[in-house]
């Protein structure tokens, strides 16, 4: 089977729904936490099920790199190779391409650049793209695009945008697996003209979900709030819409309102490595001295195995002494918070009670990274 | 209550055994594992439980330099701020203070020396290691005493034993907790007179337990095998004995063939988080290359959580990728390896066939590090 998106429930533009997967039912809108290379950092996977992921991300050019697509092909695919039972979505590793290599040529063809790890030469095509994520056997995968950073010129942005639709196409000729699904990538930056007619093209081509790609690229966060909307209405109500790589709590309320269904981030897990946690009133450093006496939770009333079972105090001393558990339990509750952002959110859409659900939380997370 | 040592079997000089602690029953012999400043590197408190373990060593020297013992008391002591509902035993920080510390004075009052964090100096008498201990709340504490290195000269030796016995007592006066026992400890290397005296003067004193202190410290692990018979032979049947800081599989089964009840070790998480693992056909370098494609676990039938869920091939990536889930599950395969190595040998002694076990055991671990 591929996949299958049913909405339960509209909202304003918010919308309830489930996506049908091979790996198992997700509930939408979805946060899906990144496990680059086939691990969530410092979190094991029977620890981001019972977080109430059941989706995650991996990276196709971190695996396709190491340990090798073929490799996982070999043992059996990523969910086997990293016991991950539910669902996964691989990206087409176009997005690291343009963050991490620093020599890479871009033609019509694809994209030639270099290994950040060994510096070996890799010719990264669109046909490539999805061979790699055949061997993953991700559930979902995404077609190779050109993302270009914000405030390139039009030209840029229209070249990028050309480039974007013909590997669409190419992409979409490619894929074999009738276990997977192709999702396209809208670009276009802050150009909503740009973004509606790429978005049409895509459209035209009738692909099983459709993802905003280009936000989160060096934009205001208020300037991708206010262009969500309309590129999310650009997007055929039936299928799901997957805005990648975004972001931070009061992001996804933006997109959520905006009538995205998934979402991905390296947020909670790379700011709970770096001692920082998401709390309702507002971010919380736990190196900071102010905790070193504190004998109560991290979060109060927060249901994660983090805030039932340690202090502040404690916290604060792992990452005094650099221990393993502090990122640990760090990362886990940040993850809690996320699904638990989620699960609300859900709540609140089911009830027709988003925006004022939504307003609460801005509030609160005034404070937060 | 304080502790208390019920000896359920002989078998030679091997002993099956149990230990009632204030935080519940300890079936002996036992293997403590380490968690040095509060925390058992990388491993969760409840999986420390699920491998088996029912009591953990924490350092006092360790502890008391950060986060600060009084603070830990404030706290609500060691079991609660680490989250660990079961048995504690603390060393007396003498140890580190003779391994860690560079600059230190000995004299009769007690040890002089400087942090290794911060370099302040630091007066560790055996009142104040009581005093510690008290304020962590361990249920089994261990008296101060000199450790000196092995191959040391006569006189040195003498001079240790005489500072040990003296602030054994001194410990054992200072002593108020009525849910705590101090342990004592024996010195003297590899002079077996030398220890007996010690052991006699020590069980003339009547602790409730007595710990061989001054093994693992440079000598041959065959001179210490030597040793332990004659050593363990001098402390009171009725009692439980602790072998300190000790060792590697093979090192355990000797001390349990010589009559040793207690053993405390970094090597299962120190080793595991280096990529190294137990095995019974020897260790298994996941860091090495043949590993690469290998789907099988890394010990075919162990029932740990990372032989159930993971390849060889998805360590080695983990490892290649510094990803923090390899020392995580391999720390914790060693952990389970340790621990079904002393329940198997609690089977055997129970099954009056202790020799036969042990000697089967030495010849598959030969390859182990």
Chains 1, 2 share one sequence.
């Not at 996506?19 to 979805?30: C, D, I, W, Y």
Request: aromatic share 8%.
């Amino acid at each position: 089977m591929s996949i299958r998106h049913t909405c339960l429930k509209n909202d304003g533009a918010a919308r309830l729904g489930r996506l049908f997967t091979p790996h198992g039912v997700v509930e939408t809108p979805a946060f899906m936490p990144v496990g680059t290379v086939g691990t969530v950092k410092g979190i094991y996977p029977f620890q981001v099920e019972q977080s109430g992921s059941r989706i995650l991300l991996a990276n196709t050019y971190h695996l396709a790199l190491r340990p090798g697509d073929e490799r996982v092909a070999r043992l059996g695919g990523l969910h086997r190779f990293m016991n991950w039972p539910h669902a996964i979505l691989t990206d087409s590793g176009g997005y690291q391409v343009f963050s991490l290599s620093e020599r890479r040529v871009v033609t019509d063809a694809g994209v030639k650049f270099r290994s950040h790890l060994d510096g070996s030469l890799i010719d990264l095509t669109p046909e490539r793209a999805v061979q790699i994520q055949e061997n993953l056997g991700s559930d979902i995968a995404m077609v190779l695009d050109v993302c270009p950073p914000a405030g390139c010129d039009h030209a840029e942005m229209a070249e990028a945008i050309r480039r974007t639709l013909l590997w669409a196409k190419r992409c979409q000729n490619a894929a074999t697996r009738p276990d997977q699904s192709l999702f396209a990538i809208v670009q276009g930056g802050l150009d909503l003209e740009a973004r509606a007619a790429c978005a049409a093209e895509l459209v035209a081509m009738d692909f099983p979900g459709y993802a905003l790609g280009g936000f989160s690229v060096g934009e205001s966060p208020e300037a991708m709030a206010q262009a969500l909307p309309a590129c999310a209405a650009c997007l055929p109500v039936e299928k799901p819409r997957y805005l990648m790589g975004v972001g931070r709590p009061q992001d996804l309320i933006a997109g959520m309102a905006a009538g995205i269904d998934m979402f991905d981030c390296v947020l909670p897990t790379r700011n709970g490595r770096n001692a920082s946690a998401y709390t309702r009133t507002g971010e919380v450093r736990l190196r900071n001295a102010r905790h070193r006496d504190d004998p109560t939770p991290l979060e109060e009333g927060c249901p994660c195995p983090c805030c039932t079972g340690y202090s502040r105090a404690y916290l604060h001393h792992l990452f005094a002494a650099e221990e393993m558990l502090g990122p640990m339990l760090l990362s886990l509750h940040n993850l809690w918070f996320y699904q638990g952002l989620m699960r609300e959110a859900r709540q609140a859409i089911e009830k027709g009670a988003f925006n004022a659900w939504a307003l609460e939380w801005l509030v609160c997370l005034e404070k937060t990274p």
